[in-house]
Nanobody
């Protein structure tokens, strides 16, 4: 069992930056691929980024390439999402997720956090 707790969401103006954190419980953090999804009002939950177990490989949705970065600290059981050049269309609840392999669809994810709201004003 893995418990995930996100933090760092909030309100930011377009063009600004935010950094989300996701703290994981347990001693199996490094055995999971860690991911971020987001869900905007009235829309499906969508894949944003993923990072391999070692942190050596990352996977990005086209919509965030060049603006968002994922990283992880296996010693402290934490994964980060650095969001730069934010746009109003990035407004959503952002969810941290853990999976045994890189997964792009919500039904394939093993563990979810509770989500954190990110709102980007124009």
């Amino acid at each position: 069992q893995v418990r995930l707790v996100e933090s760092g969401g909030g309100l930011v103006q377009a063009g600004g930056s935010l950094r989300l954190s996701c703290a994981a419980s347990g001693n199996t953090f490094s055995s999971y691929v860690m991911e971020w999804f987001r869900q905007a009002p009235g829309k499906e939950r969508e894949f944003v980024l993923a990072i391999s177990r070692s942190g050596g490989s990352s996977y990005y949705a086209d919509s965030v390439k060049g603006r968002f970065t994922i990283s992880r600290d296996n010693a402290n059981n934490t994964v980060y999402l650095q969001m730069n050049s934010l746009k109003p269309e990035d407004t959503a609840v952002y969810y941290c997720a853990a999976a045994e392999e890189v997964r792009y669809f919500r039904d394939d994810i093993d563990y979810w956090g509770q989500g954190t709201q990110v709102t980007v004003s124009s």
